[in-house]
């Protein structure tokens, strides 16, 4: 019920509250295994991840706690969440991608600059 409602925050109070929503998931990943195993096989709390992972503050945070779900001590990834998950991680791909084109131009300005100047001297 508590996942369900902070799922339905608008974009604004997600934001402002995101390290502590992050911080509550992260207590109840790390609890009991019961608790884990139920919380990750709820659609809000893949709602809430979603939303949380483009807040720059807990976008780290939010990767982990996936990690952890998929490759920790107590891995729970199953055929319930599998789907959630993979666009989940999907996200942060893209959104690496265009942080690395970005890169990618403003590396080849530098080398362009460089070439310039080479020839004229």
């Not at 934001?15 to 911080?23: G, L, R, T, Y």
């Not at 945070?61 to 989940?88: H, K, Q, R």
């Not at 791909?93 to 362009?112: C, H, M």
Request: hydrophobic share 40%.
């Amino acid at each position: 019920m508590v996942l369900h409602a902070i799922s339905k925050f608008d974009a604004d109070l997600t934001k402002k509250s995101a390290p502590f929503i992050v911080q509550g998931l992260s207590l109840c990943i790390n609890g009991p295994e019961n608790l884990r195993k139920e919380i990750v096989n709820t659609p809000d709390f893949w709602s809430v991840l979603k939303a949380l992972h483009s807040v720059p503050e807990t976008a780290q945070s939010v990767f982990d706690l996936v990690e952890s779900i998929v490759d920790g001590s107590s891995p729970t990834l199953t055929a319930d969440n599998y789907e959630p998950v993979i666009a989940l991680l999907n996200d942060f791909a893209t959104a690496g991608s265009v942080g690395a084109a970005s890169e990618q131009r403003r590396d080849e300005a530098v080398r362009g600059g460089r070439a310039k100047s080479k020839k004229s001297k």
